[in-house]
């Protein structure tokens, strides 16, 4: 089981993410580092959050782990 912990970077449906939230439920709010963007226009709509249980096959399935730089 994938257990998340908060500042962590993930890949979330292939594309890279942080853990920016997490709550004694076993929640976490995942946050895309890509801005999101209009259809239109193309402005910036932000940043999109996804709460998600850590539990559930949603999270198991999709989140995925990020190989880090190390020495």
Not at 26 to 33: D, G, K
Not at 50 to 57: A, E
């Amino acid at each position: 089981m994938k257990t998340p912990s908060l500042g962590d970077y993930l890949l979330w449906k292939g594309k890279i993410a942080k853990i920016v939230c997490t709550s004694d439920k076993p929640t976490v709010t995942i946050e895309m580092l890509e801005d999101k963007k209009c259809p239109h226009c193309n402005e910036s709509l932000g940043k999109e959050q996804i709460d998600v249980i850590v539990q559930s096959p949603l999270f198991q399935e999709n989140a995925q782990g990020v190989k880090t730089i190390g020495e």
